[in-house]
C-alpha cells in the first residue's frame, strides 16, 4: 500500500466524519461553499469544466456558461453530501413513466443491459434499480485502492454486485444469460481502446462494450438516467430500448450502434447539462482511438 494513497484515504475518513458531525444542514451549506469558492479560484477541475462546456455549448453566452458551472459545483455537493453524508432514501425517488419499460425489457427473458451517464447522483441511480432486479455494475477501479474498496462495500450495501471492467466478461455474460441486468456507464473517455463516435458535437473516444454485448447475447439496451429535481428530490428516467434486431442494417455494427447508444445517452445530457460530469476530460482520447467509422463493422 502506498503511503500517498493511505493518507488521502485517511483524510477523506476524517473529513466525512467531521462533516457527519455537524447538523445535516450545516455540512450540506459547507459543501456547497465550497463548490462556490471552487468556481472562483477555479480550483477541482473548475477550469477543465469552464473549457469544455464553452467547447461543447458554444452557443451559450458567457454568463450562461458561468451560471451552468456553479450550478454544476452546487449539483456535485450535493451529491457528494447524499453518497458520503446522508443518502437518500432510495424508496423516495420518483420514477418518470414508471417501470414499464424496464420490465418490459426483462419480460423478453435475454438480460439488459442499462446504459447511463455520470448525471446527477448516479450513485443512487444504482441503488434505486438494484431495489427492483438483480444488477451488476461494471465498475472502473479508482486508482486508490483503499477508496476503491470503500465504494464497492458501500454499492454491495445498497444491493448492487460490482465487477472491475478489466476482468468484466466472463461474469457480464453469465449474469446477462441468467435474464439479469447489467450497468454500464459509458460517458468516459475510453482512449485507445475505445472507437471515435461524436459526443455533444465533437468526435470522442467511447467504449463499444455495451453495443458489443447487445450484438453479440440479442439483450436489448435501454438508456437511463437519475436526475435531481429543482425541489432536492430525483427523477429516474429512462430512454427508448434499444432491440438488436431491430436495428436498421446499419447500425448493426458496434462502431454504428455505439453512436446510437450515445446519442440517446447525449438527449439526458442536454436535458440536464448543469448535472452532468463536466470535470472528466471527455475528449481527450479522441486522436488515440481506433478510428473506425459507423458501417465499418
Not at 475518513?13 to 465550497?34: I, M, N, Y
Not at 456553479?70 to 458520503?84: I, Q
Amino acid at each position: 500500500m502506498k503511503i500517498k494513497d493511505a493518507a488521502e484515504y485517511g483524510l477523506f475518513c476524517v473529513g466525512t466524519w467531521l462533516l457527519r458531525a455537524l447538523p445535516l444542514e450545516w455540512s450540506r451549506v459547507l459543501l456547497e461553499r465550497a463548490g462556490r469558492l471552487a468556481v472562483r479560484r477555479r480550483w477541482w477541475r473548475a477550469d477543465v469544466a469552464a473549457s469544455q462546456l464553452a467547447a461543447a455549448l458554444p452557443d451559450l453566452a458567457p454568463g450562461e456558461r458561468e451560471q451552468l458551472l456553479a450550478d454544476l459545483y452546487r449539483n456535485l455537493a450535493r451529491t457528494v453530501h447524499e453518497v458520503f453524508i446522508s443518502p437518500p432514501d432510495p424508496g423516495q425517488v420518483r420514477v418518470s413513466g414508471g417501470w414499464a419499460p424496464l420490465d418490459a425489457a426483462l419480460a423478453r427473458g435475454r438480460g439488459l443491459i442499462l446504459a447511463s451517464v455520470h448525471l446527477g447522483n448516479f450513485e443512487l441511480c444504482g441503488r434505486v434499480i438494484a431495489g427492483r432486479c438483480d444488477l451488476l455494475d461494471v465498475v472502473k477501479p479508482q486508482r486508490n485502492r483503499l477508496f476503491d474498496r470503500y465504494l464497492e462495500i458501500m454499492r454491495n450495501r445498497g444491493g448492487i454486485a460490482t465487477v472491475p471492467m478489466a476482468k468484466s466478461g466472463p461474469a457480464v455474460l453469465k449474469h446477462l444469460r441468467a435474464g439479469g441486468v447489467v450497468s454500464l456507464l459509458l460517458d468516459q473517455d475510453a482512449g485507445d481502446r475505445g472507437v471515435v463516435v461524436p459526443f455533444l458535437g465533437r468526435p470522442a473516444a467511447t467504449w463499444p462494450g455495451a453495443a458489443r454485448l447487445s450484438l453479440q447475447t440479442g439483450c436489448p439496451v435501454l438508456p437511463v438516467c437519475l436526475a435531481r429535481r429543482p425541489d432536492g428530490g430525483h427523477d429516474l428516467e429512462f430512454g427508448d430500448l434499444m432491440e438488436p434486431d431491430k436495428l436498421p442494417p446499419e447500425a448493426r455494427d458496434p462502431v454504428a450502434y455505439t453512436a446510437l447508444i450515445t446519442e440517446r445517452l447525449e438527449e439526458f445530457v442536454r436535458r440536464h447539462p448543469q448535472q452532468w460530469f463536466w470535470v472528466h476530460r471527455r475528449w481527450k482520447g479522441a486522436a488515440t482511438a481506433h478510428k473506425e467509422t459507423a458501417g465499418s463493422g
